[in-house]
């Protein structure tokens, strides 16, 4: 029976499919990437029944409270960690699975994983659904070459086209072409990942961007898998962008796919997989050569907007966990209008593509309000200093809760925020505790103590080897080793990065061995000074860039200088102090202490700044204009 259902549903989209040119009225979809609470459907346990339909009557309050006729869902919609001896020990515990090879509970995991996705989707009120594979999808990243899930990618991609892409007789249920082109890459591993279908008059193209050329063939930083699109199934992919060029009916070109393309964008309890950054301006060039109004993207959970600075192509990347987020896509002739909510109602942030004229016209508000991804990502001003009753955040939809993802709030007893007004906007506010405020060199600086603690629930900006440039305000006489700015690895990979304070000298450390810092100076005399730190894209510790009071200072030492910079691409920011989640411990390793002194205006751009723009941050510093005054200064 559950073939012939999922036939009947993807039989009436194709109805739907290949539209004569005509007027729509204004419908809608409703975009959710990393629902992963399908996790617990992949148990045929007595829990199962309650689960789907606990999450079923979910997606009927979604439906009657926003309505929507397609849901978009780009991958991670569960863990998958389907082939670990864990899992397999406690599925083969069932009775009807005790002699189940790793391949079979793979793809039993699947089935009942990804029916029950498919179960409460329908019987919530959604008769069309696209779903795209994510990193969960292919048991997780990383995929590294020898690991036991590497053996399993081809069962995970099979259980994944069981239910969303296989009628009852194993045959694909998007034939329709597009034009001349096929619905999907027929002869590759991706013929039944990736696809294209015509809604109405959106033209919604799914990308399984996941490349893998073999189990012995590593392609990047997560091993035998690469957030890329290559050779044939590159070559479908233009083929049908190239065919929706001629077909009346086609107003909109939206294409699905798991990883972000345009860095940065803001990220929450993410390992932050990107489409790999050698390999993301072949897509983008696609993207911009035949109008892609939309990309959809997810993995990093938390929404982001950028417009591409060389098109109007928009990358929304958005969050779904559990509903938390909904992002709802309301689409005319010649508009796309997009809402996002959080589940208590609030409304995050709005924004519209407006094809009515010859230029585009983009204008987004709150967190949709598109970021500039070379721009001034982090300002801490510490002038607006926020308490439980006057900051939420976008995640938990009031003040940050204590968690896994938020040790800090295990330290503190009446926390606080500082909020951030660079462009990751409010997500991305200080919390903390045992902070106060006193006069600084602009407005407010925060006075940071021995037991001072700040730290910030979302991860990055800061990732692997893209440009960035760090500024702050600083008035201290405490001596030793003093930590400023902590970013190091959430998940264990990777570099930190890492401002101090050495004997009254600019350091930054990339490990305890990996360490440059300037000669000769005396920041810790009781008075103000400005640091700065500029790194280059694709930079060595030696190409590392130091400044003190708007001075390049070239007298330098360095320990492992030629080692490039590879910064986590999962990092946690803290101020002054190391957080719980860190692998490393600092004060161990290095003798770091906290910084204790007033700190002021710490900034983190996207872009290496030039030394014209150090000495203006400085200059203007010194007139009471901070960071962000500024960088309207340089922008303009």
Not at 97 to 109: G, I, M, P, R
Request: proline share 3%.
């Amino acid at each position: 029976m559950k073939r012939i259902y999922l036939y009947t549903i993807v039989g009436a989209l194709m109805l739907q499919i290949n539209c004569l040119a005509q007027e729509y009225e204004t419908w809608r979809f409703i975009n959710i990437p990393d629902y992963h609470n399908a996790e617990g459907f992949s148990k045929n346990s007595p829990e199962r029944a309650k689960r789907i339909a606990d999450q079923t009557g979910q997606f009927k309050q979604m439906k009657e409270r926003y309505g929507g006729e397609l849901i978009i869902m780009p991958g991670d919609c569960n863990g998958g960690h389907w082939y670990r001896q864990k899992y397999l020990k406690q599925f083969r515990n069932y009775p009807d699975y005790k002699d189940f090879t790793s391949k079979q509970v793979v793809l039993e995991a699947s089935r009942l994983c990804y029916d029950g996705l498919w179960d409460i989707v329908h019987k919530g009120g959604y008769d069309n659904f696209l779903m795209a594979v994510g990193d969960h999808e292919l048991g997780d990243n990383p995929w590294h070459k020898g690991s036991e899930v590497v053996k399993h990618i081809a069962a995970f991609r099979q259980g994944f086209a069981n239910t969303f892409t296989l009628n009852e007789h194993g045959e694909s249920r998007f034939n329709e072409n597009i034009g001349k082109a096929l619905a999907r890459p027929v002869g590759t591993i991706y013929e039944h990942t990736s696809n294209a279908v015509q809604y109405k008059n959106v033209l919604f193209i799914t990308i399984d961007m996941f490349r893998f050329d073999g189990e012995d063939q590593t392609l990047g930083s997560q091993g035998v898998v690469n957030g890329d699109i290559d050779g044939k199934h590159l070559a479908w992919f233009e083929s049908v962008l190239s065919e929706a060029q001629h077909i009346p009916s086609i107003k909109h070109i939206v294409v699905q796919a798991h990883l972000p393309i345009i860095y940065p964008v803001r990220k929450y309890a993410s390992s932050g997989m990107l489409v790999d950054k050698k390999e993301s301006e072949k897509i983008l060039n696609m993207l911009r050569k035949y109008k892609v109004d939309l990309y959809l993207a997810g993995e990093v959970h938390m929404n982001t907007v950028t417009k591409d600075p060389q098109s109007d192509l928009i990358q929304l990347v958005a969050r779904g966990n559990n509903l938390s987020n909904m992002t709802l896509i309301d689409v005319e002739n010649d508009k796309l209008l997009i809402s996002t909510y959080h589940q208590n109602g609030d409304k995050l942030g709005s924004l519209s593509i407006d094809k009515t004229a010859v230029d585009t016209q983009i204008a987004g508000t709150g967190l949709l309000n598109p970021i500039n991804p070379h721009g001034l990502q982090i300002h801490w001003s510490f002038d607006e200093l926020l308490t439980k009753n006057n900051y939420k955040n976008s995640v938990d939809g009031t003040f940050p809760k204590q968690g896994k993802h938020n040790p800090v709030m295990k330290r503190i007893t009446e926390p606080v925020a500082f909020i951030n007004d660079g462009g990751f906007n409010f997500d991305y506010a200080l919390i903390g505790g045992e902070v106060t405020t006193t006069k600084g060199i602009i407005g407010n600086a925060a006075k940071i103590e021995e037991a001072s603690c700040l730290s910030v629930l979302p991860i990055g900006p800061m990732d692997a080897a893209y440009a960035r440039s760090l500024a702050c305000w600083v008035k201290t006489s405490a001596t030793g080793r003093r930590l400023i700015f902590n970013s190091a690895s959430y998940w264990g990979q990777g570099q930190f990065f890492n401002l101090s304070i050495k004997d009254g000298n600019v350091e930054l450390a990339l490990r305890p061995e990996i360490v440059t810092s300037t000669q000769n100076q005396q920041l810790n005399d009781g008075e103000w000074h400005h640091l700065a730190v500029v790194m280059p894209e694709e930079a060595s510790l030696n190409e590392l860039k130091l400044y003190v009071d708007g001075k390049l200072i070239e007298d330098k030492k360095a320990s492992k200088s030629d080692v490039k910079i590879n910064t986590s691409q999962a990092n946690w920011m803290s101020i002054a102090t190391q957080s719980a989640p860190y692998k490393t411990d600092l004060a161990k390793t290095m003798g770091m202490k906290t910084y204790v002194g007033l700190l002021d205006d710490f900034s983190i751009w996207t872009r290496p700044l030039t030394d014209s723009d150090i000495k203006l941050l400085y200059n203007e510093g010194l007139k009471g204009k901070d960071a962000l005054t500024v960088e309207v200064i340089i922008r303009d």
